[in-house]
């Protein structure tokens, strides 16, 4: 049984350019949450996917976007980087029905330089 | 304003002692709570959850609740060097439908 995965592991990138990282979520999940983590600091809510769409957002500005699949996979894309934006970013995978039981992906470190 | 707050650390406990770790949230966070654990480059795993007042265990791990508090607790028992990590407390908001993180406590465990 898979678990959730992500893609690319790491990626250097330079502001102002635009990335997408990948997300499968755990077999038999439907729904994929996003987060932000900063060195140092716990993860931060992006925004959640269910039925493609998205269904909940934190507080990040619209250079933030996702998209999820019929496949449940899920997709991030985040515009004009900044330097701010390194971070690790994590995918959760849960069942809408459950309350907060999520798994993480092993994330993608970004780098932005 | 902080919604979950938890003691940096580190804490340090010599091999097979308890660690305890603490956690209080805001009242605007749900009724469900999560611990993770996280190794340093890793992503987090969870490794408790726990809905109601009182204690749940699993294993060598220990959860407690106390919402009048608001205030959740993890002890792990007869703790291994294996178990030196970042602990992640994490409330389940049920408005925003996303757990809300502190910024964890760092357990070092001597051998």
């Known amino acids: 049984d898979a678990g959730v995965t992500q893609s690319p592991t790491h990626l250097i990138k330079t502001r102002g350019q635009q990335v997408t990282l990948r997300c499968s979520p755990k077999?038999?999940?439907?729904?994929v949450s996003w987060y932000q983590q900063a060195l140092g600091q716990g993860p931060q809510f992006i925004f959640q996917?269910?039925?493609?769409?998205?269904?909940q957002r934190g507080n990040f500005p619209d250079r933030f976007s996702g998209h999820q699949f019929p496949n449940y996979s899920s997709e991030l894309n985040v515009n004009a980087l900044l330097l701010g934006d390194s971070a690790l970013y994590l995918c959760a995978s849960s069942l809408i029905s459950g309350e907060g039981e999520q798994y993480f992906g092993p994330g993608t470190r970004l780098t932005v330089t | 304003q902080k919604e979950v707050e938890q003691n940096s650390g580190p804490l340090s406990v010599p091999e097979g002692a308890i660690a305890s770790l603490n956690c209080t949230y805001s009242d605007r966070v749900s009724q469900s709570f999560f611990w993770y654990r996280q190794y340093s480059g890793k992503s987090p795993e969870l490794i408790m959850s726990?809905?109601?007042?009182g204690d749940k265990e699993d294993g060598r791990f220990t959860a407690q609740l106390n919402k009048a508090s608001q205030y959740v607790s993890l002890l792990i028992r007869d703790s291994q060097p294996s178990d030196s990590a970042t602990y992640l407390c994490a409330p389940w908001d049920t408005g925003r439908r996303a757990l809300t993180f502190g910024s964890g406590t760092r357990l070092q465990v001597q051998p």
């Open positions: 996917y269910y039925e493609e769409e998205e269904r």
């Open positions: 077999s038999g999940h439907d729904t």
């Open positions: 726990i809905y109601s007042n």
